[in-house]
């Protein structure tokens, strides 16, 4: 068993897919869905620390990846960072409204994506209180 973090990559293009697993493996347990509905049922089987899910699909698209689950609660814990070629503000405030942690533009630079996962992966210290003396 291993004790390194999952990520589920979702995205239609399998050289999208191919090239973000040869980036991640090494870091972590990477699984792969190649649809929007494929990422909903691994999102209700087994749901990964971090979902990397792509916007434009054909059928269900990432907004309604984000929309299905809110409404179905599913997944309450992973981290999601959308995935888009298209960077206008209304997509940004879009998919952080429906619950996305991040948005990354297309082409994905390994280096930036490995950051943003350790990021967002990263254990929360809690805040420390002033000592009074």
């Known amino acids: 068993?291993?004790?390194l973090p999952e990520i589920l990559v979702v995205d239609d293009d399998p050289l999208v897919r191919e090239t973000l697993g040869c980036?991640?493996?090494?870091?972590?347990?990477?699984?792969?869905?190649?649809?929007?509905d494929e990422a909903i049922a691994a999102l209700a089987l087994d749901p990964p620390a971090v979902m990397l899910l792509d916007l434009d699909m054909p059928g269900v698209d990432g907004f309604e990846?984000?929309?299905?689950?809110?409404?179905?609660?599913?997944?309450?814990?992973?981290?999601?960072?959308?995935?888009?070629?298209?960077?206008?503000?209304?997509?940004?405030?879009r998919s952080w409204v429906l619950g996305a942690?991040?948005?990354l533009t297309k082409p994905?630079?390994?280096?930036?994506?490995?950051?943003?996962?350790?990021?967002?992966?990263?254990?929360?210290?809690?805040?420390?209180?002033?000592s009074t003396a």
């Open 23 to 36: 980036a991640l493996d090494q870091q972590f347990v990477v699984r792969f869905a190649a649809s929007g």
């Open 108 to 130: 994905i630079d390994a280096a930036h994506i490995s950051a943003r996962l350790r990021t967002l992966l990263a254990p929360v210290e809690p805040a420390r209180t002033p």
């Open 65 to 93: 990846v984000l929309e299905v689950r809110r409404q179905r609660r599913l997944a309450a814990r992973t981290r999601v960072v959308m995935l888009s070629a298209d960077d206008d503000e209304r997509s940004v405030l």
């Open 101 to 103: 942690d991040s948005y």
């Open 1 to 3: 068993m291993s004790t």
